[in-house]
C-alpha cells in the first residue's frame, strides 16, 4: 500500500535551493520510492530518534530527506530535504528539539 505525502511547511525553501534537475528527481522517483516502502530510511537514533533519513546521491554530491510516518493514517511527513553537510544540525532546529 502507498502512503500519502505531506510536507513541512518550510520544504518548498528547501526544494528553490536545489537545481531543477535535482527537483524533479527527488519528487519524481525518490519521493515516490519513500511512499511505496517508508522503511527504505534509515531509522535515526538519539535526539532525531523516530525520523528516517533517505540518503541520495546527485552529482557527486549527497543529500538527505527526513521524515516521519503515521502509521493510522499512512502518511509520510516529509520534514527536510538538502545536502548532507549541516542536514542534522538544520533538521534540530526544524523540529525544535
Same mark, same amino acid.
Given at each position: 500500500?502507498?502512503?500519502?505525502?505531506?510536507?513541512?511547511?518550510?520544504?518548498?525553501?528547501?526544494?528553490?535551493?536545489?537545481?531543477? *534537475?535535482? #527537483?524533479?528527481? /527527488?519528487?519524481?522517483?525518490? /519521493?515516490?520510492?519513500?511512499?511505496? *516502502?517508508?522503511?527504505? &530510511?534509515?531509522?535515526?537514533?538519539?535526539?532525531?530518534? &523516530?525520523? =528516517?533519513?533517505?540518503?541520495?546521491? =546527485?552529482?557527486?554530491?549527497?543529500?538527505? /530527506?527526513?521524515?516521519?510516518?503515521?502509521?493510522?493514517?499512512?502518511?509520510v511527513f516529509?520534514?527536510m530535504i &538538502?545536502?548532507?553537510?549541516?542536514f542534522y544540525?538544520?533538521?534540530? #532546529?526544524?523540529?525544535? /528539539?
Open positions: 500500500m502507498t502512503y500519502r505525502d505531506e510536507y513541512h511547511p518550510q520544504i518548498k525553501k528547501d526544494l528553490k535551493k536545489l537545481s531543477p *534537475n535535482l #527537483r524533479e528527481a /527527488i519528487m519524481t522517483e525518490h /519521493i515516490p520510492a519513500i511512499l511505496s *516502502n517508508p522503511e527504505k &530510511g534509515e531509522l535515526l537514533a538519539g535526539d532525531l530518534g &523516530g525520523i =528516517f533519513s533517505y540518503h541520495l546521491k =546527485f552529482v557527486r554530491q549527497e543529500y538527505r /530527506i527526513a521524515y516521519v510516518t503515521e502509521e493510522g493514517t499512512k502518511t516529509v520534514l &538538502g545536502k548532507r553537510g549541516e544540525k538544520l533538521l534540530k #532546529r526544524r523540529v525544535r /528539539i
